[in-house]
């Protein structure tokens, strides 16, 4: 996938359809810590390897609310996996959006 088609992401926001914060207030590592195991190339294990998560599902938090980045790569590369991730949002009535993170430019 070249740069100008960088696909787009899902934030899954730590917070109700009804504004409340969700708990427990360690949601998004729990969450991006399921999905560590779906990286480029698969998961990497021995002496060498170390704890991390995937790419594909990072935790953030953004003007003060927890959320969860997820690329939509995950989807071609686990279908399961996206479904998880999606499913926990909606069973959680999280508040969700799709967008491209652009980090913060260096002026």
């Not at 934030?11 to 729990?30: K, V, Y």
Request: net charge neutral.
């Amino acid at each position: 996938m070249s740069q100008s088609q960088k696909s787009r992401e899902v934030f899954i926001q730590g917070l109700t359809l009804d504004g409340r914060t969700f708990r427990p207030s360690d949601w998004a590592e729990r969450l991006a810590g399921a999905m560590s195991c779906f990286r480029p190339g698969g998961s990497v294990g021995g002496p060498g390897a170390f704890i991390g998560y995937s790419p594909y599902c990072t935790p953030r938090v953004i003007n003060g609310v927890k959320c969860v980045i997820v690329s939509e790569e995950l989807k071609d590369i686990e279908p399961m996996a996206w479904d998880f991730v999606m499913n926990f949002a909606r069973d959680n009535n999280l508040q969700v959006a799709e967008a491209c993170f652009l980090p913060e430019q260096k002026g």
